[in-house]
């Protein structure tokens, strides 16, 4: 049965979507914020988007935890990995080979003055395999991998949940959370198919749960939700000041990680997620939450079509759209990944619906 939807938390994850649209237009595979070194308004632009996307991926990981631990169904191991084969599993397998080929022939056509652009092709596809099979087939597909082995665990976890009790559950979850925020600022976290990433954010996942069931019961009282709301966005800004600060410090600098389970950037997504739930939001956003797993798996193609289109429109090179102008270009950029990307995973959600299945039947936990 489905559960009942929170407007809050579905306003939440769009944001979130909207957020890591926005830090992949402003950087992956191109150099608008790469190389930016003076303080002004372009470099706080960029990287307030980056530390901010790096926060909403806590977000979702945060999220999926609240609802996958929370469903009783989660416990039927047999039917849970049913539901995650056709819901991770194979959009990640299909999504996998279309970036390799996609990004194979994206580099060909990028690179027209190779004399041999069939070695060229087959080079480029081999890599690009090698690295599929690894768990890295596209820049942000790491999720994915991380998320078919979070969801592995899922079960066993929300077993461990019903054998421990709710209170030292709790206890575990910080734990862990705190564990995976030493690794974050201790080092880069570097293994293959995302399992480093996985033992990182499963303290997230289930302080996702924690922080829910614990907000759900001051529903109502805005006054909390704001301010929560508020000590995580601040947070997350004392996260960004300490990193301004100590960026130039090569020795200091590697040992504060800017990933999603940075202790400041994760526990102010998860103190949003507590402040989203307890606010009474009356707008819906259902339909648009149930479509940011598709928003995130498609945007960097459409990113790549998107400013593709613009190099041959303004006769420049990929790699120089937005120099001249980086904060308009991606302001403009942002806005109509965004919403081409939306459209698409409409399509694609219409697609992977079986007949006869409305789209209200999905429980809250499917989404990415």
């Known amino acids: ?35 930016l070194q003076d303080p002004n308004f372009t470099f706080h632009f ?20 609240a609802f996958i631990l929370k469903a009783s169904s989660t416990k039927d191991y047999l039917s849970f990995y049913r539901r995650t084969w056709k819901k991770v599993v194979i959009p990640t397998i299909v999504f996998s080979v279309f970036y390799i080929l996609f990004e194979t022939i994206q580099n060909c056509m990028l690179s027209p003055e190779q004399s041999n652009l069939a070695g060229t092709f087959l080079m480029t596809l081999t890599g690009k395999i090698v690295m599929g099979i690894m768990g890295f087939p596209a820049v942000h597909m790491w999720y994915m991998f991380m998320l078919m082995v979070l969801y592995l665990l899922a079960p066993f976890v929300a077993l461990a949940k019903e054998h421990m009790g709710e209170r030292n559950f709790a206890k575990a979850a910080f734990i862990l959370w705190f564990l995976g925020a030493v690794d974050a600022v201790s080092h880069q ?26 907000a759900s019961k001051k529903k109502g009282e805005t006054a909390v939700g704001f301010g929560l709301i508020a000590g995580g966005c601040c947070l997350i800004a004392v996260e960004y000041l300490i990193w301004f600060v100590i960026r130039n410090n090569e ?50 193609a459409v990113i790549a079509i998107v400013c593709g289109i613009e190099s041959v429109l303004l006769h420049i090179p990929f790699q120089e759209v937005g120099i001249e102008k980086p904060v308009l270009v991606g302001s403009i950029n942002i806005v109509l990944v965004v919403i081409l990307s939306f459209i698409i995973a409409w399509f ?13 039947g999905k429980t809250k936990g499917g989404n990415v």
């Not at 570097?190 to 922080?211: C, K, N, P, Q």
């Not at 694609?348 to 209200?360: D, I, L, N, T, Y």
């Open 1 to 35: 049965m489905a559960q009942k939807r929170e407007n809050g938390l579905d306003l939440l994850r769009v944001i979130a979507a909207i957020l890591v649209c926005a830090v992949h237009v402003c950087n992956v595979g191109r150099e608008q914020a790469v190389n």
């Open 46 to 65: 960029f990287y307030v988007i980056f530390h901010l996307a790096q926060a909403a991926v806590s977000c979702f990981v945060a999220l999926s935890g």
């Open 189 to 214: 976290t570097r293994i293959s198919w995302s399992l480093g990433y996985t033992a990182d954010l499963l303290g997230i996942f289930m302080l996702g749960y924690v922080l829910h069931e614990w």
């Open 251 to 300: 020795a200091v600098a590697q040992f504060f990680q800017q990933r999603p389970h940075n202790p400041f950037l994760s526990m102010g997504a998860l103190l949003c997620i507590a402040g989203f739930t307890i606010l009474e939001i009356r707008g819906n956003f259902g339909t648009l939450s149930l479509l940011t797993l598709w928003v995130y798996i498609v945007h960097p």
């Open 348 to 360: 694609v959600e219409k697609v992977m619906q079986r007949p006869g299945k409305p789209s209200g």
